[in-house]
């Protein structure tokens, strides 16, 4: 395994350490969002747990022998420490947005 693809298992391992193993996609409809904002915040949470979700199913193969090629593995693995990374700078974003506009009303 190449020192990129380390880090990025190493990363992955990290973040699930910090917010826990990604969740199963759910099965039934979610509820109506509110707002057309919070439709694409569900939209794009739902879309990382479906990368976490692949990665860890791509870790769990190559545990257990059944890819050929590591490559598949890492570009998942590389592709759910994106999506989680690009996921906390939008929060940290609205974090921001929120407590500036909370200081303004002050």
């Known amino acids: 395994m ?7 298992l190493g990363l992955l391992r990290e973040a699930r350490s910090v917010y826990g193993a990604p969740r199963p996609a759910r099965t039934e409809e979610p509820e ?12 794009g949470l739902e879309k990382v ?3 976490q979700i692949r990665a ?4 769990q193969a190559f ?9 598949e593995v890492a570009a998942a693995v590389s592709e759910a420490e994106l999506a989680l990374r690009f996921a906390v700078q939008v ?3 609205i ?6 506009l909370v200081r303004m009303s002050s």
Do not use: H, T, W
Not at 32 to 43: D, N
Not at 56 to 59: F, I, L, N, R, T
């Open 2 to 8: 190449s020192g990129v693809s380390m880090v990025n």
């Open 32 to 43: 109506k969002p509110v707002s057309p904002f919070e439709g694409a915040l569900r939209q």
């Open 49 to 51: 747990n479906q990368a």
């Open 56 to 59: 860890e199913k791509a870790m």
């Open 63 to 71: 545990a257990a022998g059944d890819v050929e090629d590591i490559s």
């Open 91 to 93: 929060r940290d974003r």
């Open 95 to 100: 974090l921001d947005s929120y407590n500036q």
